[in-house]
């Protein structure tokens, strides 16, 4: 069986889940502490980052867009309605810039600064990096999650789906974002009905219930992490 090293909070390796999920593939789950830079998980990843794929035949992937174009050329094109990726190369190109949007660009501004201050910090040890939230990332960071949701609305409420009318890479990218700052309960989805609706949808899907299942060590999520209808 393949083989994925993720961590329970990092929106990529969420995202490679859902995608995983969604195309059928069941895969066994290491999780992986990156900042113990562990000589036989740098050996897979020089790089150190997550996620890491490694197939039945011990062939390693490394990295969200890498995983997920694999994926998708090896997979997705024999999937017809349920591919995640367009056959049109403007909706490709679409879905790819949105898909990149979520898991750069909102990761940099919101995401991975708020999982540093609040998950890892706790968990790694003081020599190494670890210690007591910086409360002025903490406030940049949630400043800027209100313009992200915003542009989330405009996007879930003028389209089917994020990047057209059907479900994508796009999608599944800006779920496991949203799900990681959901479970530290660092969105106020009342100002953002729309994008709330939209969320709902991600939710209900089966690809989602082994997420909302999981629980991080010391931390539990928000009470309404994993309702349906919340």
């Known amino acids: ?15 490679i889940r859902l995608v995983l999920s969604e195309y059928g593939f069941q895969v066994d789950l290491v999780e992986e502490q990156t900042w113990e830079k562990r000589r036989e ?10 996620p890491v794929y490694v197939d039945d035949n011990m062939r390693v992937l490394c ?27 403007f909706q490709r190109a ?16 919101v995401t991975k600064p708020l999982v540093r201050e609040r998950v890892h910090k706790l968990l ?4 190494l990096g670890g210690g007591a939230p910086d409360s002025k990332v903490l406030r940049t960071a949630r400043g800027n999650i209100r313009q992200h949701m915003k ?10 789906w994020l990047a057209g009318d059907r479900l994508s890479y796009a999608d599944l990218a800006a779920a496991a974002s949203l799900s990681v700052l959901d479970y530290l309960g660092e969105i106020e989805w009342s100002e953002f009905p729309i994008a709330k609706e ?7 899907r089966p690809s989602f219930r082994p997420l909302l299942a999981e ?15 919340f």
């Open 41 to 50: 998980f740098l050996s897979l990843n020089p790089a150190g980052t997550l």
């Open 151 to 160: 542009y989330l609305s405009w996007l879930s409420g003028s389209r089917q």
């Open 198 to 204: 939209w969320y709902q949808r991600l939710k209900s």
């Open 1 to 15: 069986m393949p083989t994925l090293y993720h961590h329970p909070m990092s929106t990529a390796s969420r995202f």
């Open 63 to 89: 990295g969200p867009v890498v995983i997920s174009e694999f994926l998708d050329e090896t997979h997705g094109v024999l999937k017809r309605d349920r591919r995640l990726l367009a056959e049109d190369p």
């Open 94 to 109: 679409e879905i790819r810039r949105l898909t990149e949007w979520f898991l750069q660009k909102m990761e940099q501004d």
């Open 215 to 229: 629980r991080l060590r010391g931390l539990t999520p928000v009470s309404h992490y994993a309702d349906l209808d």
């Open 124 to 127: 790694i040890p003081n020599g």
